[in-house]
């Protein structure tokens, strides 16, 4: 056995702390796919009610990969050096925003786009599955 895995345990979240987590974020993962093949692309987002948001540039892979698909939207904060953390993992089918009182309202949130470019579309992800893990120190009187 490793010395990792003596020191750590996995410990699975319940559905609240994970969007708390979600929440604490500032860059996550869209996973989708593309060409019937897995990517994923970085993107700064917000968590607003059950949904998470994001942009995106028009004509982008990203977004035409995410217009009423099923996508994964993941973020995680781990320790290369503790070997703790956290991961979650939502699940939605993903569209775009187009209600014009909507938009207004979560441009006033939404950061800044890091990458150059316009961008045409406002992504929304309704978290019908929330999942989420946390490796922990393992408490001495439990190992």
């Known amino acids: 056995m490793t010395e990792t895995a003596e020191v750590v345990e996995l410990v699975e979240l319940d559905r609240g702390e994970c969007r708390h987590l979600l929440t604490r974020g500032v860059v996550g993962r869209v996973v989708f796919t593309d060409a019937a093949m897995p990517a994923a692309e970085p993107v700064n987002y917000i968590v607003d009610g059950e949904e998470v948001i994001f942009r995106s540039a028009g004509g982008s892979k990203l977004a035409a990969a995410t ?77």
């Open 67 to 143: 217009r009423r698909a099923v996508v994964a939207f993941q973020v995680d904060e781990i320790d290369p050096s503790t070997h703790t953390g956290w991961s979650v993992l939502g699940v939605g089918e993903a569209y775009e925003v187009t209600d014009a009182d909507r938009l207004a309202e979560l441009a006033e949130r939404l950061p800044a786009p890091w990458a150059p470019g316009h961008i045409a579309h406002t992504i929304a992800v309704p978290l019908l599955r929330l999942t989420g893990r946390r490796l922990s120190p393992r408490d001495a009187k439990s190992g």
